[in-house]
Structure formats: structure tokens, C-alpha cells
């Protein structure tokens, strides 16, 4: 994913409390076909929102993250405000989707961190 940011166990939370706006994390697996997509529609939304930061966990290497969000499908979105876990989004792999999810979930207030 060019231009998007690879997390692991060890740089999850840091990376996230120093990265200002709205960041994405995406939960994926190599050899996953939807991941592949929602990659693909991440980008186009990407493109069309440049200040937007990007992040992949790879849920085959990082078991422990994968347990703390209980991520149980993949790709698996969450959605950051100025560092902090604002809350799970859900959207069809299409950048218009996305781009309307992600709208819809900052009018929403923060939930609480898993």
C-alpha cells in the first residue's frame, strides 16, 4: 500500500498518539482477496483525502493486536482522531463508501478504547 504505514505489537500505540487528524488502521492478511480490495478502495480514498493517514497491521504477525481489538474478520477498519481510538468502521471496499463512512463515524462521539 504505497504511501500507507506498516504498525506491529511494538509501534502500534506510539505511532498513533504522535500522528495528528484522522488516521485509518487497517487489519489485513496477504493471500486475503477482500483485503486486497478494501487496499485498492484505501487508496482511492487516500487520493482523494491526502491529509488522511493510512496504517496496515498484518493480523497474521501480530496476534497480541489482533486479540486486543478483537478483530474476528478481515479487513478490519479502525478510525483514530488526533492520536486518540475513536471507534471500528465498517464500509463496502469502495472509496465512495468509505468516504461516506468515515464522514458519518467523526459526527459520532469516540467510544471507549478496546
Do not use: K, W
Not at 34 to 40: E, H, K, L, N, Y
Amino acid at each position: 500500500m504505497p504511501n500507507f504505514f506498516t504498525l506491529t505489537q511494538f509501534d502500534f500505540h506510539q505511532r498513533l498518539t504522535e500522528t495528528p487528524g484522522i488516521s485509518l488502521v487497517c487489519f489485513t492478511a496477504a493471500g486475503c482477496g477482500s483485503c486486497r480490495q478494501m487496499r485498492q478502495a484505501l487508496q482511492g480514498l487516500h487520493a482523494s483525502r491526502p491529509a488522511l493517514s493510512v496504517f496496515e497491521v498484518d493480523a497474521q504477525h501480530e496476534p497480541g493486536l489482533v486479540r486486543e481489538f478483537d478483530v474476528f474478520h478481515l479487513p478490519s477498519l479502525f478510525l483514530y482522531r488526533a492520536g486518540e481510538y475513536h471507534r471500528p468502521l465498517e464500509a463496502e471496499p469502495l472509496p465512495d463508501r468509505l468516504a461516506a463512512a468515515l464522514d458519518a463515524a467523526l459526527a459520532l462521539p469516540a467510544l471507549d478504547p478496546p
